[in-house]
């Protein structure tokens, strides 16, 4: 017979093992072989048997005596675990069609009350007994329920297991479970795809719904941009319109000076041409006086140049004179006057003086610091130019028209001593002169140099010719 020490069975399991049977250990009792004290855990329950195949449980920490167990020959002992044992399982249901199943998942925790009842029961498993129990009161209740019904059949098999009473009291457990019934994996995928294609056709619906509102506020926000594009390019054809009008009124300022300009130009060039055709004109000493007045620095070229003239003049007026007097082409009347003033010439080259140069020259004015001087009638000088006009007001906006010619003066320019046929045309015409004067009477030499032949008057010169054209008229009558 085995000893005490000896277990006939004994499974290795601690605190953290997962138990199916709570029985750890069956020992055969020794009369003479007995101190299982220091071999038992003390949280564990000893059951022992009788001859008379009755159970008797200690709890803990309660332990028999060595007189109890031999005053009650007990034959084994059975060590019990009256621990708290979770428990995770997964049952198939049927349902109302054969093709598909319910799935149960169920949550235990089962723990020895009666270790007496339950090592009398016989039961090695307890997980297996509490799913045959769920088992029996599950099938006929889901039984009567589709696969799509989950959530009704559960609620009818929370009923019925509850109405069946504790699971595992037969033999002497406490079982606490939690059970959830759910469709099977395919159903479940089936429905997970339908709501994938309810989830996308929803998201779609949204997706158009919220399009078209970022479509209006889209176009909402370009019309606004074109608004605003419009109004900028408005305003900027209003200002470009603005600058552009201003710059044709510029052009059209400038082109109104410059007409200004060129007539003022005009006036000035026709001054010009009136003043040195006036002095043009007048020829020999004027137009070297001139010239002088603007280019002092030539006085030497001046001189020389009056010199050449004058000695060229002389000659010419010498051979003139010899023909006149040496000429038979005319009467005797006829040459009388040229006579006179051919000779009146020889006279003044004889005495070293220019012909037509006065016998008397001109006095120097007063205060040149050579004492008083007589009065001398000066000719008029030559009127100045008139100040142009101020030109009248320009308006803006009227178009650009070319100056108007000139028109000549009605009454022709007649210079001091000269006859109207040298008026200048575009000069304006001067005042009324006074009456012609003659000019004083030629030198006269000193005693001593013999008398100097002068003009004749031409008004007695011409009626003398009257007179005598007269007479020989009646001598060729009486004849």
């Not at 399982?89 to 089962?110: C, G, Q």
């Not at 120097?364 to 000719?379: I, K, R």
């Not at 002169?433 to 031409?458: C, E, F, H, K, R």
């Amino acid at each position: 017979m085995p000893s005490f020490r000896q277990p006939e069975w004994q499974q290795p399991a601690d605190r953290h093992t997962q138990l199916v049977d709570p029985v750890l250990t069956v020992r055969q009792l020794s009369r003479f072989e007995f101190n299982f004290r220091s071999l038992v855990r003390i949280d564990h329950a000893l059951v022992f048997s009788t001859p008379k195949g009755s159970y008797e449980a200690y709890l803990p920490p309660h332990r028999p005596t060595r007189a109890e167990i031999t005053a009650k020959r007990y034959s084994a002992v059975y060590e019990v675990d009256m621990g708290v044992h979770p428990h995770t399982t997964t049952l198939t249901l049927p349902s109302d069609n054969d093709a598909f199943e319910f799935t149960a998942e169920v949550d235990l925790s089962w723990q020895v009350l009666d270790p007496a009842r339950f090592v009398a029961s016989g039961h090695r498993d307890v997980p297996a007994l509490v799913h045959g129990e769920l088992q029996q009161a599950a099938r006929p209740v889901t039984r009567r329920f589709p696969v799509a019904q989950s959530a009704s059949a559960e609620q009818e098999l929370l009923r019925a297991v509850t109405v069946l009473g504790p699971l595992g009291a037969t033999a002497g457990l406490q079982v606490t479970w939690t059970l959830r019934l759910r469709r099977d994996q395919a159903d479940i995928e089936h429905q997970q795809r339908l709501r994938a294609i309810d989830h996308s056709a929803t998201e779609q619906a949204f997706a158009a719904q919220r399009g078209m509102e970022v479509d209006v506020e889209m176009d909402r926000r370009l019309r606004q941009q074109d608004a605003l594009q419009i109004e900028r390019a408005v305003t900027y054809g209003a200002q470009q319109h603005e600058l552009l009008l201003q710059q044709q009124r510029q052009q059209h300022e400038l082109a109104l000076q410059q007409g200004r300009q060129e007539a003022e130009l005009q006036q000035i060039e026709a001054q010009k041409i009136a003043f040195y055709q006036y002095h043009l004109q007048q020829g020999g000493v004027h137009t070297w006086a001139l010239h002088l007045a603007q280019h002092p620095e030539d006085s030497h070229l001046v001189m020389s140049s009056m010199r050449e003239d004058q000695l060229r003049m002389i000659q010419a007026q010498m051979d003139l004179v010899k023909q006149l007097l040496s000429g038979d082409t005319a009467e005797t009347y006829e040459l009388e006057g040229p006579k006179q003033l051919a000779l009146r010439t020889v006279s003044d080259i004889l005495n070293q003086r220019l012909p037509g140069v006065p016998q008397n020259p001109p006095l120097l004015p007063e205060g040149s610091g050579h004492g008083p001087q007589p009065e001398v009638t000066a000719a008029p000088p030559a009127t100045p130019p008139m100040p142009a006009s101020p030109p009248p007001p320009v308006d803006p906006a009227a178009p650009v028209t070319p100056p108007a010619p000139t028109a000549p003066p009605t009454a022709p320019y007649a210079p001091p001593g000269m006859p109207g046929p040298y008026a200048t045309p575009g000069f304006p015409p001067l005042p009324p002169q006074p009456a012609y004067s003659p000019p004083p009477p030629a030198w006269q030499p000193p005693p001593g140099y013999g008398t100097t032949p002068t003009v004749p008057d031409p008004r007695a010169t011409t009626a003398a010719d009257g007179a005598k054209a007269a007479d020989d008229d009646s001598r060729e009558g009486g004849t």
